[in-house]
């Protein structure tokens, strides 16, 4: 990986590089690498962004690892980075990849108290969340 050479031409990683090699892993479906190297950061004392941590929790949704995404919105949170619409549309995607409605039905009316207005993208994963999710409830009722 190029990021893994930076240090052996001499050049000093960054939030900037750290933050596009994210971003990287989160187009290639790589979530593993991309909490990798998130976890790699704070190690060097970078201190992940809204970027980072967005990258990465998109990363995880396109894994189908909603797990991993609501825990990086915890962490987020944690580390004072407050979330914001991609933040939030992300985690809500990946808990509707996830089959998980009533989480993302919880992130989306979070958002609002959180002074995070919903874009299209939040309403059209809470509404495709809950719309699996009622399947799923009326496949147990179907006799």
């Known amino acids: 990986m190029l ?8 050049v000093q990683s960054n939030i900037i590089s750290c933050n596009a090699t994210i ?3 989160e187009k290639d479906g790589q979530w593993q690498q991309a ?26 949704e396109k894994g189908l690892q ?8 915890e ?7 407050l979330p914001d619409v991609i933040s939030y549309g992300a985690a809500i995607s990946a808990c509707e990849k996830g089959g998980q409605w009533q989480q993302a039905l919880w992130l989306f009316e979070a958002m609002p108290m959180a002074n995070v207005k919903p874009d299209e993208i939040s309403y059209c994963a809470v509404i495709s969340a809950c719309e699996k999710g009622r399947a799923m409830a009326a496949s147990f009722v179907v006799v």
Request: net charge positive.
């Open 66 to 73: 909603w797990q991993q995404a609501a825990m990086l919105f």
């Open 23 to 25: 971003s990287a892993c």
């Open 3 to 10: 990021f893994e050479a930076m240090p052996k031409a001499k």
């Open 75 to 81: 962490v987020m949170q944690k580390a004072n980075v």
């Open 35 to 60: 909490l990798e190297l998130l976890e790699a950061m704070l190690k060097a004392r970078l201190l992940p962004d809204i970027i980072s941590y967005n990258a990465a929790t998109s990363a995880c």
